[in-house]
């Protein structure tokens, strides 16, 4: 008499490897093995980090430093300059925290250009991993991190310079402002690495571009004290739509998605359509750096 011998009766004798996975069993291997990997090179980072503080320390610091210079600078403003009993300590503070994102974003890919120059990123391009865009997550992660540790120090040393402190929902408003910032930023310069020839050229894009985006936004000013013409430029500029919701949450007390933080030379803008604009900007960063990302994974 024979004996019928079931599918996972002939799995039991199987190894794992020579078991056969269904396509979402592969799937799910495929996710945790990118999940692996991403933080495997994030720590990678952190322990890079660890070991040379100074990049956080100067991070830290630096935006410290534009809280009391410019606070002191601006210390016998007229009453009322920046409308209504509003302190320049006040108006400065989102400014500093969207700019200190900002910058430290807009150096992510200096880790993967060195990484290119010194061969180790060609070591990873060679190495059997899940998906090579780990490499491309784990940069984000760290930079993500770096960020809201630094948003966390500028406004609590905003609050004991005078700014105040936000309630707990705008503290998660801006730390998704922050992070919508910052994941934009970082995509476009890791997009930059992989394009530009050496880490010297990536130095000179960004210390073009880093103090006119500053200049050309309302980190330091409002619209209203603009030229007309660099109203126009600082109403295209993702910091300004990154740095306004933040400061209203500053002035105001209480806020919604339907508050008009921002009137531009050609219409008021909400709350949320700002960050529908911040999300915007992240998808079109995000895709315009695929096709370059694919040719050198390739």
């Known amino acids: 008499m024979s004996q019928t011998i079931t599918p996972s009766q002939l799995e039991k004798g199987l190894s794992p490897r020579e078991r056969i996975l269904t396509p979402l069993d592969e799937e799910s291997n495929r996710l945790g093995e990118f999940i692996q990997e991403t933080l495997a090179m994030t720590g990678r980072l952190f322990i890079q980090l660890k070991r040379r503080p100074s990049t956080l320390m100067a991070g830290i610091i630096q ?21 209504g ?16 994102a900002f910058s430290g974003a807009l150096n992510a890919g200096l ?23 780990s490499i491309v997550a784990a ?12 948003t966390a120090v500028i406004v609590g040393a905003s609050a004991l310079l005078g700014a105040g402190f936000p309630n707990i929902a705008g503290l998660g408003a ?5 992070f919508l910032i910052v994941l934009g930023v970082t995509g476009l310069s890791l997009g930059l690495a992989f394009a530009l020839p050496g880490h010297i050229e990536l130095i000179a894009v960004i210390f073009v571009t880093n103090l006119p985006l500053l200049f050309a936004s309302t980190a330091l000013a409002p ?22 919701p933040i400061r209203y949450i ?9 508050s008009v933080i921002l009137d531009t030379p050609w219409t008021a803008i909400n709350f949320a359509s700002v960050l529908l604009i911040l999300l915007a900007f992240d998808v079109l960063i995000l895709v315009a750096i695929q096709p370059l990302l694919r040719r050198r994974f390739a």
């Open 63 to 83: 935006p410290f430093m534009w809280l009391i210079l410019f606070g002191a600078l601006f210390y016998n403003a007229p009453q009322g300059m920046f409308g």
């Open 85 to 100: 009993d509003l302190n320049y300590a006040k108006f400065l503070a989102p400014g500093i925290i969207v700019f200190t």
């Open 111 to 133: 880790p993967v250009m060195f990484d290119r120059e010194f061969g180790f990123l060609n070591r990873l391009l060679v190495a059997p991993l899940a998906s090579r865009y």
């Open 139 to 150: 940069s984000t992660l760290y930079i993500i991190a770096l960020s809201v540790i630094q």
């Open 174 to 178: 801006i730390a998704l402002i922050v």
């Open 223 to 244: 619209l209203s004290f603009m030229a007309k013409w660099l109203q126009i430029v600082a109403s295209l500029n993702p910091l300004t739509y990154a740095i306004e």
């Open 250 to 258: 500053y002035l105001k007390g209480h806020w919604s998605l339907g």
